[in-house]
C-alpha cells in the first residue's frame, strides 16, 4: 500500500473537517493598512519590522488609511509620518525583556517565577489588531515574541511538565486544537500575518506529552485535531505525478511522497517587510520566487540558514521550497506513528495499521534520499536538482527521535553518525547549529536548545548514550553560565566561543526565553535518570 493511496483515504475521511478558505482568513496588516503599512516598514520607524505588524489601532483600518491619505493631501500641515502612527496606534511592549531577576534565586527559581511573566491570559478580540485571540491562556517565548508560537512551545511544554503546571499544559494544547479547528492549521503563530504558513508539525509530541501525565484518553480527545493536521500537511498528495509539488507535498517517484516547507503567500513577510524587499534587490530572480523562499524558510523555523542556501552563504539564494527537508519529514514519520498508537486505542486497528503503513513508507524513502553514505550522516535534499544539499547540520538526527529500529540498523548509523557530530558539530556549549558563519542566526557559531534536546533524544534513543549526556551537560552548563553573568535565559547562545553573545539574523538577540526554559528543566530532570 502507497503513501499516496494512504493520503486519499485519509483525506476522504477527512472531507467534513475543513478549516476556514484562504479567501476568508482575517487579513494581515500590511492588506489592512494599505500604502500606510508599506510607508511604515520602508521608512524604518522602527528598528525591528514586527513593531508595527503588531501595533493596535485606536480606531478602524478603514478610519486610519483614510485619515492617512487626507493628512498627506492637506497643504496646510506639516507631516510626521512617526507622530501620525504614534497618534493612531498603541504600540507594543515586551515585559518580559525588563524582568529583573533575583540575584538570590538559582536558574531554576527563576524560571519558575519566568512562567507567570510570560503567561498570557485568553485574548479578547480587537480590530484592526493582528493578534489571532485565543481561548485559553499561553506562554509566549519573550521579547519581540508577544504571542504563542507554534513549535517553540513543544519544548515550552516540557518545561512546564517539569513545574508540573499540567492545566497550563493543557490550556496550550486546546489553543492549538482551537487553531487547527478554525483555520485548519497550526499557524507560525497567533498573528494574521502568520495565517499562510504553519512551523515543524509538533502537535501530536504535545499531546503525547500531556497523555503521559494524564492517561491514554488525552490521545482520543486530540485525535480529530491531529488527522486534521495531517491532513493539512498532505494535501494534495493523492493527485500528484512524479517531479511535481503542491504546497507542503512532493512526489519523488515510486510512489513515494515526501514533504517541504511552504507558505501561501509570495509577497514579502509583514514582520520583515524591509528586510525581505532588500534581500530580493539583491537577486537575479524573479521577486515572488524569493519571496517564496524566505516565507517557506520561515515556515522552518530556521530563519535564516545555510541550509536553504545553494553557496552555503548568500541568503538571496535562497532555495527553500526546493528542499525536502529531514526533520520535517522524521516529524512526519512522528506523526503518523502517533496517529497509528491513537487509533490502536480507540481499537480501530485497520486504520493503525493505515498510519503504520505511511510511516514505514516515508521512513523507506527519508533513508533513501536523505542519508548520504558519503557524509555518514541524514542531510537535506534538493529534489528540483536530485541531489544532498550535503550541509552537515543537527537536523540530520531527528531521523534518530522517530525512526524505528531495524535489526540493529538505526543503532550501526547512529553510531556512523555520532562520529561525525563529535568531529564537526559538538562545541564547548552544546552542538552548533551549522558548520557555516554566515551571519544568518541559524548557522555557527550559535546553539538553539530545541536542536540540543532532539539531538539529545535521538542519540540517546539510538544508543548513544555517552554523546547525548555531554552534550546535555554541555548546553545546561553554559545556560548556567549566561544566567550567573546575565540573570537572563537567552533565545539562543554562542556555543563555540563562551564569552561572547550569539548573533545574527534580523533581530537583536531575545531574553525570557519559553525553549530555553523548557529544555534546560527537562535536561537537568533527564540528566539525572539512571542509564
Sequence with gaps: ?????????????L???????QDSL?????????ELFSDVQLARIFPDGKTFADAIPVMSPEEIVLAYRKAQKNPETKFSLTQFVRNYFILPDSTASVFQSNPN?????????????????????????????????????????RE??????????????????????????????????????????????YLSRSQPPFFSLMVELLASVKGDQVILQYLPSMEKEYRYWMEGAGNLKKGQAFKRVVSMGNESILNRY?????????????????????????????FQHLRAGAASGWDFSSRWLPDGKTLSTIETADIIPVDLNSLLVGVENSLARAYKIAKEDSISMLYETAAEKRQQSIEKYCWSRELKFYTDYNFKKATLTKQITPAGLFPFVFFSHKQG???????????????????????????????????????????????????????????????????????????????????????????????????????????????YLAMIAWLKQPV
Excluded: C
Excluded at 472531507?15 to 478558505?21: H, V
Excluded at 482575517?26 to 494599505?34: E, F, G, M, V, W
Excluded at 492549538?176 to 499557524?187: D, E, M, Q, S, V
Design 1 to 13: 500500500m502507497d503513501l499516496r493511496f494512504i493520503s486519499n483515504i485519509v483525506a476522504g475521511m
Design 15 to 21: 472531507l467534513s473537517m475543513g478549516g476556514m478558505a
Design 26 to 34: 482575517p487579513k494581515s496588516p500590511d492588506l489592512l493598512y494599505a
Design 105 to 145: 534565586h538559582s536558574i531554576t527559581e527563576h524560571i519558575q517565577e519566568l512562567w507567570k511573566v510570560l503567561k498570557r491570559e485568553k485574548d479578547t478580540a480587537i480590530k484592526g489588531s493582528s493578534l489571532l485571540p485565543l481561548p485559553h491562556p499561553y506562554i509566549v517565548p519573550g521579547g519581540r515574541f
Design 148 to 193: 504563542i508560537y507554534y513549535w517553540d512551545s513543544y519544548f515550552t511544554l516540557l518545561g512546564l511538565k517539569e513545574s508540573r503546571e499540567y492545566e497550563l499544559m493543557e490550556n496550550m494544547i486546546d489553543n492549538f486544537a482551537y487553531l487547527i479547528n478554525t483555520y485548519g492549521h497550526i499557524p507560525n503563530g497567533n498573528r494574521t500575518y
Design 262 to 290: 511552504w507558505d501561501e503567500s509570495a509577497t514579502p513577510r509583514p514582520e520583515s517587510y524591509k528586510e525581505d524587499i532588500e534581500t530580493a534587490k539583491k537577486s537575479t530572480r524573479n521577486k515572488t520566487s524569493v
Design 409 to 519: 540498523y538505526l543503532s550501526l548509523i547512529a553510531r556512523q553518525a555520532a562520529v561525525v557530530v563529535q568531529e564537526k558539530l559538538l562545541q564547548p556549549g552544546g552542538l552548533q547549529t551549522s558548520l557555516q558563519t554566515t551571519g544568518e542566526q541559524w548557522d555557527a557559531p550559535n546553539g538553539w536548545a530545541p536542536l540540543q534536546w532532539m539531538a539529545v533524544m535521538g542519540l540517546a534513543r539510538s544508543g548513544q548514550i555517552g554523546l547525548a549526556k555531554e552534550i546535555a551537560q554541555r548546553w545546561t552548563r553554559l545556560n548556567e553560565k549566561v544566567y550567573k553573568e546575565t540573570g537572563k535565559l537567552m533565545e539562543k547562545y554562542n556555543v563555540v566561543d563562551l564569552t561572547l553573545p550569539a548573533g545574527g539574523g534580523e533581530y537583536k538577540a531575545q531574553d525570557g526565553f519559553g525553549w530555553t526554559n523548557g529544555v
